[in-house]
């Protein structure tokens, strides 16, 4: 891997866990040779299904960003590379000791600032998929310049020296802290309302994709479960995984423990196989278009205890109630509660003990984004949120299972892209 691609996924990289990070490495080591199974050689390929998102809607994005902005008082939103870059540019940028940013002031145009030698490589993605194409103003600076100095000027030239600037909530803090020092003039605040205020609440092209990227998920999971078995490594597992999102024409992430592993949540590095009638728990997902999917299914290969299947069971009543609970109007907290209430009275509380996690979190772009839903955010739910439901539990030395689906808020409760899970036999009927 070139510095440069280091550079554009080291924000996706860094966001993933070790053991995620692991599994994939590992995956990517171990393609499997010959035919390919039945259920995987069948996945059909879908990309055709997905449709980008237009330079119409990213302008649409950035006139709602000032929407918010004029709310809330704010001169101008400074972001760097990242999610929100993307998001309302379609430009993706790494994060270097070099500055690139694109700031939107509340009025005039917006700009970018970039290092005078890659100013030609920013401007060749100024084309028709760009909001203000060739004609947004590009600031550049040499090795001995201040990048940060610019988008003072910049702003300055759009007619604002004082007022609030927000900046992207994960800009590194050299570039905010120099931002601030060099534009003396202004108040540096959190950017997450603007942000945030644009990205959380999705429009029905977006919430397309995430459906798709669900779906086609799924059915990748379903594939591959159908294809492994007992005696199989979890680095088998991942990747046959692989090679189904790879038939399905995207790509992704996932993750597989086994046994007591899979009492971790976030999985383990070490070495595992695939046993008759122990757990198996699989987590992560496909991105279309820059959309992710986020789902856990667990498993047994064999026949589950009865006490796997009564922890199946409570999971299950766990994930319908924040499901249910999950309306317009409602605090976030208030979803986290219904989901904990159920595993609490069901004799696996009291609170964290074995539902560690919070109840879930925000998805679209990014895997996990603002907001979360978990006890203390009173934050309340608007419609076309999308969220993850994920309770669990997870009995450590013993098994863990997690269900999770993503669904988008609604006025009657939260619709999930994916049915829940009816079994730890049949993991992937419809409910």
């Known amino acids: 891997m070139d510095r440069r691609h280091f550079l554009s996924t080291s924000a996706l990289a860094a966001a993933a866990t070790p053991a995620m990070l692991q599994a994939q490495r590992e995956a990517a080591a171990a393609k499997p040779s010959g035919p390919l199974p039945p259920s995987i050689a069948a996945l059909k390929n879908q990309r055709a299904d997905a449709k980008p998102i237009t330079v119409e809607e ?9 929407e918010l902005m004029a709310q809330q008082g704010f001169a101008g939103i400074v972001l760097a590379g990242g999610t929100s870059l993307v998001y309302f540019t379609g430009l993706n940028w790494g ?27 920013v401007r060749e993605r100024l084309d028709g998929s760009f909001p203000g194409g060739q004609n947004t103003k590009v600031y550049t600076w040499h090795e001995e310049d201040s990048p940060y ?20 909530e994960k800009m590194p803090f050299v570039y ?57 490594t979890t680095r088998e597992f991942t990747s046959l995984m692989m090679v189904a999102y790879a038939q399905t024409g995207f790509s992704g992430s996932n993750s ?82 219904a989901a904990r209430d159920v595993i609490t009275k069901a004799g696996f509380g009291p609170d964290y003990k074995t539902f560690p996690h919070r109840v879930g979190h925000g998805i679209g772009m990014d ?12 934050t309340k739910l608007q419609t076309n949120m999308t969220f993850s439901d994920e309770p669990g539990i997870f009995l450590k030395g013993e098994f863990g299972i997690r269900l999770e689906d993503d669904m988008v ?19 992937f009927s419809k409910g």
């Open 58 to 66: 990213r302008i649409q994005r950035i006139a709602r960003a000032r």
């Open 95 to 121: 994060i270097s000791e070099r500055m690139l940013c694109y700031t939107i002031p509340v009025k005039g145009d917006p700009f970018i600032v970039c290092p005078s030698f890659e100013e030609d490589r």
């Open 149 to 168: 100095a610019l988008v003072n000027k910049g702003m300055a030239d759009a007619g604002f020296r004082t007022g609030k600037l927000g900046l992207e």
């Open 176 to 232: 905010a802290n120099e931002i601030g020092k060099a534009s003396p003039g202004m108040t540096i605040v959190d950017a997450t309302p603007i942000t945030a205020g644009c990205r959380m609440i999705k429009s029905p092209h977006e919430l397309q994709l995430m459906r798709l990227a669900n779906e086609v998920t799924l059915k990748a999971y379903e594939a591959t479960y159908k294809a492994a078995h007992p005696g199989m």
């Open 256 to 337: 597989c423990e086994v046994g007591p592993y899979s009492a971790l949540p976030h999985g383990s590095i070490m070495p595992q196989v695939i046993k008759e009638n122990d757990m198996v728990l699989i987590d992560d997902g496909i991105k279309i278009e820059g959309y992710q999917a986020d789902i856990s299914r667990a498993w047994v290969y064999g026949t589950p205890s009865d006490r796997m299947k009564k922890v199946f069971d409570i999971v299950h009543a766990a994930q319908a109630a924040a499901r249910a609970a999950a309306k317009t109007g409602v605090e976030c907290q208030a979803v986290d509660a």
């Open 367 to 378: 895997g996990h984004e603002w907001t979360y839903l978990v006890r203390g955010n009173k």
């Open 409 to 427: 808020i609604t006025e009657s409760g939260g619709d999930l892209f994916t049915g829940q899970s009816l079994s730890l036999t049949e993991p």
